[in-house]
């Protein structure tokens, strides 16, 4: 099956600096990936779709200069969270759509990462 | 600030006993539904789905229902196990990449 990862899988940071997480697709191309926060008992929030090529869309919410999104290649997309503060710290999941055939496409999620900002 | 935290929905069963987990879902113009089930400490994980033009898919001890008149999904897991414990997810997409996620259900399997 297809499969998607993310780096770093935990991040700690100090508050004020900037961390940027990978998410790539290993083993076929993703014209889209998705990016999600989850905090703790809390359902996935999308918070971006990020397009190769092309600027992402932000859901509304998301702040475009803190959550800093690079889709630089079909098989990368990067999340930079920039200045964080610890109310950034939270699971941030990845997701990339393959093309299933048809007209609909399938969703492969990454292992998320796991931020901790101090 | 921080956020709320707002609890999920539980439902506790028994195990070998068949459980259903509900979804509502809020676009009516929606045409792809997926169920996953995420473990604590991982990321989702795809179980089954369903299009718009089907009420209902099988899988390996899983079902899907879909009703497009009052926008609900259902999820029935056959003979649940302990390995089934988790924070169970209904998404729908819509638009082209526009994709969004039921509050989710913590199912929780009893020996």
């Known amino acids: 099956g297809a499969v998607v990862s993310q780096h770093p899988s935990w991040v700690i940071c100090k508050s004020g600096t900037s961390v940027k997480i990978e998410c790539r697709s290993l083993?076929?191309?993703?014209?889209?990936m998705f990016w999600y926060r989850q905090f703790p008992k809390q359902s996935l929030m999308l918070m971006a779709t990020s397009n190769e090529g092309s600027k992402a869309t932000y859901e509304q919410g998301v702040e475009k200069d803190k959550f800093l999104i690079n889709h630089a290649s079909l098989t990368l997309s990067t999340l930079t969270v920039t200045s964080a503060h610890p109310e950034d710290s939270s699971f941030y999941i990845c997701?990339?759509?393959?093309?299933?055939?048809?007209?609909?496409?399938?969703?492969?999620f990454g292992p998320g990462t796991r931020l901790t900002v101090l | 600030g921080e956020s709320v935290g707002l609890h999920l929905p539980t439902l506790s069963v028994q195990e070998g006993d068949n459980s259903i987990i509900n979804c509502a879902y809020s676009?009516?113009?929606?045409?792809?539904f997926i169920w996953y089930k995420q473990e604590s400490g991982k990321g989702p994980q795809f179980i089954i789905d369903i299009r718009s033009n089907m009420d209902k898919r099988q899988g390996q001890r899983v079902t899907v229902l879909l009703n497009k008149t009052v926008k609900h999904l259902s999820l029935q897991i056959a003979a649940t196990q302990p390995g089934d414990s988790a924070v169970y997810f209904c998404?729908?997409?819509?638009?082209?990449?526009?994709?969004?996620f039921g509050a989710g259900t913590r199912l929780t399997v009893k020996p």
């Open positions: 676009n009516s113009a929606s045409d792809y």
């Open positions: 998404a729908e997409l819509g638009a082209e990449f526009d994709m969004r």
């Open positions: 083993d076929f191309q993703a014209t889209t």
């Open positions: 997701s990339a759509d393959r093309l299933a055939g048809g007209s609909y496409n399938e969703q492969f």
